[in-house]
């Protein structure tokens, strides 16, 4: 079994910071890509950022330049620095992950967290 655990939401003043840390755990033997995505209420699930096993990133535009995403392969983690929080960050954001569970087994799959709420006041 996998478990993808999202942790470091709040609450936050426009302008300020935060920074989310997603853990991956269980019966895992590699991890390719992972990401970042948040839901708004009554909006749909968008990919905030991703991170490629080797450290390739790729941002949404209107987190650029504000948000930067990281991984410690080593301890299974990624993580997400978000400064210059606007209202419009406000959202569940989510932790994602396409794992490799065995060494037999070629065959990646996408695991998700259960999600941090992040808002952010005016």
């Known amino acids: 079994q996998v478990q993808l655990v999202e942790s470091g939401g709040g609450l936050v003043q426009a302008g300020g910071s935060l920074r989310l840390s997603c853990r991956a755990s269980?019966?895992?033997?590699?991890?390719?890509?992972m990401g970042w995505y948040r839901q708004a209420p009554g909006k749909q699930r968008e990919l905030v950022a991703e991170?490629?096993?080797?450290?390739?990133?790729r941002y949404a535009d209107s987190v650029k330049g504000r948000f930067t995403i990281s991984r410690d392969n080593a301890k299974n983690m990624m993580y997400l620095q978000m400064n210059s929080l606007k209202p419009e960050d406000t959202a569940v954001y989510y932790c994602n992950a396409d794992i490799r569970r065995y060494s037999y087994s070629y065959s990646y799959f996408t695991h998700w967290g259960q999600g941090t709420q992040v808002t952010v006041s005016s």
């Open positions: 269980g019966s895992i033997f590699s991890i390719n890509a």
């Open positions: 991170i490629s096993s080797g450290g390739s990133t």
